[in-house]
């Protein structure tokens, strides 16, 4: 992304030079499925797609922000003393949601600013182009203002917005790997306690590649809610005997020694899932840990088996690339990520085979499902913060 780009944008639609820049990635999960909101742990990323933006502060009360990406919405304008939810503001909702929030939180924020913003997420890719435009927007004001937030209480700010200015019912995952995301290393991040550690993924030989179906996740919903309730079905039947709060909390040891008391066969399958996933993505950590980025291309590949087996959320779009990927040479591992039932896929490949990977898993998938894969490289990368001015980035 050429920031000097932006700042001519920036000089032409405001005919004023802006004052500062700023970045917030987008993520994908690395492994760890599903496990959120069953107490269990995920093991996000940062990655160096994202959002960038320019800005410049106001003297008056005026918001306004344009979009690279949204030409045909033209300038978005409000006022800060009406943050209120508008659907015709669009994109515009998740900067205005932060502000409102931010000064729910006692900063203040005394004027208004204007701003150029651009992604380069592929769009509808579940990369959460939404957390990022929510962590954007909280380093901006951050910046401009010198407001002094804590990262995580930003993080959380993210999560009210999505959560309850949107109305979308997520995680805190999103928002984390956004705010807390480091250059060459994975989060491993309880989703109960917020507790969290890095775990270094030296990739100095190998690329992630991510897969998009181009396949929208109709189902993803009234699923992901199904799943839910399965593993809350499980949960109970286990606590008439077991002390737990969360299926995460056991280990597969004490999983299978306790699995006859979940009477319903796919309800069981689906708490082996949750088990099970929770502990591959502790042994990820382990494994990265000690340099063993073999073995953690392993439990990615178990992880799909069991997103496909015993969650049942992959699909054969999903699954038609994951196969292709395992055949070819130079794969650490690939599996889904996010949700299901659509969205992408990623792969760990040799920097050599990166383009005969793409050539190979592209066709293969072609001729299975009848439409595209498209296929991003991409690297590990850092945190919302702010950017200079100067420099493409």
């Not at 990406?69 to 503001?89: A, G, W």
């Not at 939180?105 to 509808?124: K, R």
């Not at 980025?293 to 392993?298: D, H, K, M, P, R």
């Not at 490949?349 to 793409?358: L, P, T």
Request: proline residues 3%; charged residues 25%.
């Amino acid at each position: 992304m050429n920031i000097t780009k932006l700042i001519t944008t920036f000089r032409e639609i405001f005919e004023v030079q802006p004052e500062q820049a700023f970045f917030a990635p987008g993520r994908i999960n690395l492994i760890g499925e599903h496990t959120d909101y069953n107490g269990g742990h995920v093991f996000p990323c940062a990655i160096t797609y994202g959002t960038y933006a320019v800005a410049k502060k106001r003297e008056d009360n005026l918001v306004r922000l344009y979009s690279v990406n949204f030409p045909d919405k033209e300038i978005i304008e409000f006022d800060l003393t009406k943050l209120e939810y508008e659907k015709q503001h669009n994109w515009a909702n998740y900067p205005k949601g932060m502000i409102r929030y931010i000064k729910e939180a006692g900063f203040s924020i005394p004027s208004g600013f204007e701003c150029v913003i651009e992604g380069n997420i592929p769009n509808g890719a579940g990369l959460s182009s939404s957390a990022s435009i929510e962590l954007l927007t909280g380093v901006l004001l951050d910046g401009l203002f010198k407001l002094g937030i804590d990262r995580l209480d930003m993080i959380k700010i993210g999560k009210r917005v999505e959560n309850e200015f949107i109305g979308v019912n997520s995680g805190i995952m999103d928002q984390f790997a956004i705010g807390m995301g480091k250059e060459n290393a994975g989060i491993l991040l309880d989703c109960q306690t917020l507790n969290f550690h890095y775990a270094p993924i030296q990739l100095d030989h190998h690329k992630i590649l991510i897969m998009n179906t181009n396949k929208r996740r109709e189902l993803a919903d009234s699923k992901y809610n199904e799943r839910r309730g399965e593993c809350e079905e499980a949960l109970s039947q286990l606590q008439k005997k077991l002390p737990i709060e969360a299926l995460g909390q056991l280990t597969e040891a004490e999983f299978d020694e306790n699995q006859s008391l979940i009477a319903n066969e796919t309800v069981r399958k689906r708490a082996k899932h949750a088990v099970y996933e929770n502990m591959r993505t502790l042994k990820a950590l382990e494994e990265l840990n000690a340099g063993n980025l073999e073995a953690f291309g392993q439990l990615m590949n178990q992880s799909h088996i069991s997103l496909r087996d015993d969650y049942e959320v992959t699909g054969v779009e999903l699954d038609s690339l994951v196969e292709a990927a395992w055949k070819q040479p130079g794969v650490i591992g690939a599996r889904m990520t996010g949700a299901g039932f659509g969205g992408c896929a990623i792969a760990i490949v040799e920097n050599e085979q990166v383009e005969s990977f793409i050539e190979n898993v592209g066709a293969a998938y072609q001729d299975k499902i009848g439409h595209q894969a498209d296929f991003y490289v991409a690297s590990i990368g850092d945190g919302a913060k702010e950017i200079s001015m100067e420099v493409s980035e």
